[in-house]
């Protein structure tokens, strides 16, 4: 797509910002539309032509008019009327062309940039996602699309016709009138660009900070009110509401600075553009008294000082907006620069295909290279058996499934399916034969048949509602009100956690993947539950490859091979009779568990007895 692949500036240093870079990195999003441009820009060419024209034949109207008003009627060429309302109406009509031409233009520009972004974003690595807070970032990418929208619009149709029509103003006194006319307008615009630009140079960084205490108060309210069980149950609510103020009066100051530069800037500029009117009308007045100027030179010469107010004072408006827009997005083209860690190398192929086997060959991975998580961990799971990997709450099981989805690249080693390291695979047909049933399922707010329906959006619904009946689902939906049509909430707060389960395990039946990985998958739920959720799980893992990784026991017992990690590094394997005979770690892990369970059931009998 050729949105991906758009030239972005090189990162800029702290508070820089580099218009040119910006402008260049947006040319390929527009080339596309260069034929509707180029129509849009002759139109608006044409409108600032025309509006050019207006005060020049009002001028000839208002001579005419000079003399006596019984000759005024035969003076007065119709032609001269005419060519005024034709020429204002011209001004109106190519205005308008010019806007539906462009529309088109900016809305799938920005649609193409914002399509770029959510897909970037996408392929970064999940550990920039676990760094990023969701608010902050959502709220830079608003901002940045808005900003585009409205940087795109004014640089390409804003800034040319602004000096077509300054240039065509400034000719038509040179050649009319004495070089002192020419010479108040070179002065006032001068005078204007220069305080505009140093102004807005320096309202820029009070808009940085703006918006770095709004991304900061947004990402706080988000974070908050995602965590809205945990506030109530600390009733931390107070709490809370002080933390999301003090961002909020960092930033209404940081506002109230912005807006106080504001008005310095509107007054700094009609300042300058009152002496410059002033200075025009006073040589005009002068003329007109001196004999040199007819009363329809004076006339014109304030028509095209009004003329020229609006765009200088565009123009301030203009600049303002840009720098404030390349403000916005500096963020966001932030986010496009960020490199992906984990990346399809350049020959990546396909993965066949087949029954698949798993291998983790001397495989050592850390996050933090002071911390390893992984030391030379080598498994292997043939087609169609199930491998458990069990042992300790930090000792790197659940870093196997992430390495296993590439969501991080190995330190060492690698992991390979069917003999092929999956370094040299494509990352979507890697997912693609990958399904997965976490510890916490998170689903999306919306209907169970999504959430179900999300492991294989071209599925029919026949093939939803068996992979339903096969997650032992069916008959729960069918009680529900509304169906496979209920909302199960934010994150599928609206669910228990065994039917967030069994919804996780049907959206994975339905993905038909050849291995499967199993992340803890019943260890946030109760016994019983997890009893029901269990042989649901070795159902699925029927047939196809399966990395169970698990911290209770008891659900792996039938596993063809558990493997005991500890602290990164394999200590013990085999199966469950041969672990228990060896008397180790998992032996002793079995005992505790048995223990524990022991005393959980234990007041349940007595209450019940």
């Known amino acids: 797509m050729h949105h991906s692949s758009s030239p972005l500036p090189e990162p800029a ?28 820009l002759l139109c608006l060419v044409t409108a600032k032509i025309a509006n050019v024209w207006v005060p020049l034949v009002f001028k000839h109207i208002v001579d005419a008019l ?15 009327l005419l060519a005024y309302g034709a020429l204002r109406f011209s001004t109106s009509l190519f205005t308008e062309l010019r806007e539906l031409l462009f529309a088109r233009v900016t809305q ?14 996408h392929s970064l690595s999940l550990r920039f996602h676990l760094e990023r807070q969701t608010g902050g970032l959502s709220r830079d990418i608003e901002r940045g699309t808005r900003s585009i929208n409205t940087l795109i619009s004014f640089a ?13 103003v400034m000719g038509i006194l040179l050649a009319k009138y004495e070089p002192a006319y020419a010479l108040i307008t070179a002065v006032t615009l001068g005078a204007y660009i220069v305080f505009t630009v140093r102004i807005t140079n320096w309202r820029t960084a009070l808009r940085r900070e703006a918006n770095e205490l709004d991304s900061a108060a947004n990402a706080r309210a988000i974070d908050s009110l995602l965590n809205y069980e945990t506030v109530k149950y600390f009733n931390n609510e107070a709490w809370e509401a002080r933390r999301y103020d003090e961002k909020l009066k960092a930033w209404s100051t940081a506002q109230i600075r912005n807006q106080f530069s504001l008005s310095m800037l509107n007054v700094g500029q009609a300042a300058i553009i009152a002496m410059g009117v002033t200075a025009m009308m006073w040589r005009a007045a002068a003329g007109v008294a001196n004999g040199q100027m007819s009363l329809g030179d004076i006339v014109l010469v304030n028509a095209f000082l009004i003329q020229l107010y609006a765009p200088l004072n565009f123009l301030g408006v203009l600049y303002r907006e840009i720098r404030q827009g390349l403000t916005d997005i500096e963020r966001m083209f932030g986010l496009m620069r960020t490199e992906r860690e984990v990346a399809d190398a350049p020959d990546a192929r396909e993965l066949p295909a087949s029954p698949m086997s798993l291998c983790f060959d001397a495989v050592g991975f850390a996050y933090d290279s002071r911390r390893p998580v992984l030391s030379s961990v080598s498994l292997t799971i043939p087609p169609g058996q199930t491998l458990a990997v ?25 992991i390979r399916i069917n003999g092929i390291d999956i370094r040299e695979l494509t990352q979507s047909s890697l997912r693609r034969a990958i399904g997965i049933v976490p510890q916490d399922t998170v689903l999306f707010n919306d209907s169970i048949y999504y959430n179900i329906l999300y ?24 009680r529900l009100p509304d169906g496979y049509d209920t909302k199960v909430g934010e994150r599928g707060l609206k669910l228990s956690g065994g039917e967030k389960q069994r919804v996780a395990i049907a959206r994975t039946l339905l993905k038909n993947p050849s291995i499967l990985v199993f992340d803890e998958a019943t260890s946030a739920l109760d016994s019983r539950t997890e009893q029901a959720i269990q042989t649901q799980l070795e159902a699925a893992a029927r047939g196809r490859t399966a990395l169970v990784i698990a911290h209770r026991l008891s659900t792996v017992m039938n596993a063809d091979e558990i493997v005991v990690l500890e602290q990164g590094h394999i200590i013990e394997r085999g199966n469950h009779t041969a672990l228990l005979s060896a008397e180790g770690a998992y032996a002793q892990m079995w005992r505790m568990q048995l223990q524990e369970r022991k005393e959980d059931t234990a007041p349940a009998e007595a209450s019940s007895a």
Request: hydrophobic share 50%; glycine share 8%; net charge positive.
């Open 13 to 40: 240093k702290a508070g820089e910002l580099r218009p040119l870079d910006t402008l260049r990195s947006l040319l390929p999003y527009l080339w596309r539309w260069r034929a509707r441009i180029g129509l849009a």
């Open 390 to 414: 069990v042992g300790h709450s930090g000792g790197g099981k659940s870093t196997l499934a992430r390495l296993v989805f590439r969501f991080y690249d190995v330190s060492s080693g690698a």
């Open 108 to 121: 799938e520009s920005v649609r193409h940039i914002a399509l770029g972004v959510f897909e970037h974003l």
């Open 156 to 168: 390409i149709y804003s800034i040319l016709p602004t000096l077509v029509e300054i240039a065509l």
């Open 455 to 478: 492991g294989h959006p071209d599925a029919s619904r026949e093939e939803v509602l068996a992979a339903a009946r096969a997650a032992q689902l069916h008959d729960f939906i069918s």
């Open 66 to 80: 000079a003399i006596t008003p019984a000759q005024a009627l035969i003076v007065v060429p119709a032609a001269l």
